[in-house]
């Protein structure tokens, strides 16, 4: 059974950080890219930063450039999401999502498409208070 699990959201201050975690199980990790998506109340969802398992290469949406780092334990098929420098514009919910290959990850993340991907998971809501 493919499973992906987004953990780690949570309430935080602006400027403040935060660490998701997406654990992945069922599918060849090493084969995929593993992109985090958000969707905040009344907005479209949106891709957010994106990593190539196969050769750790990574994309992310400009507003969050600087700030987001995406990385990966391939020991624990796990992708991480570092947050830092938190802005009221980040809260939304965050979930994770994978499809098979890496020529999507390479694109701007305004051409990733969620419904595209092979595998969702569930969502973590990160709530950045003023």
């Known amino acids: 059974e493919v499973q992906l699990q987004a953990s780690g959201g949570g309430l935080v201050q602006a400027g403040g950080s935060l660490r998701l975690s997406c654990a992945a199980s069922?599918?060849?990790?090493?084969?995929?890219?593993i992109g985090w998506f958000r969707q905040a109340p009344g907005k479209e969802r949106e891709g957010v930063s994106c990593i190539s398992i196969w050769d750790d290469s990574t994309s992310n949406l400009d507003s969050v450039k600087g700030r987001f780092t995406i990385s990966t334990d391939n020991t624990k098929n796990t992708v991480f999401l570092q947050m830092n420098t938190l802005k009221l514009e980040d809260t939304a919910v965050y979930s994770c999502a994978a499809r098979y290959g890496s020529a999507w990850c390479l694109l701007p993340a305004a051409e990733w498409d969620y419904y595209d991907m092979d595998y969702w998971g569930k969502g973590t809501q990160v709530t950045v208070s003023s």
């Open positions: 069922g599918f060849a990790f090493d084969e995929y890219a």
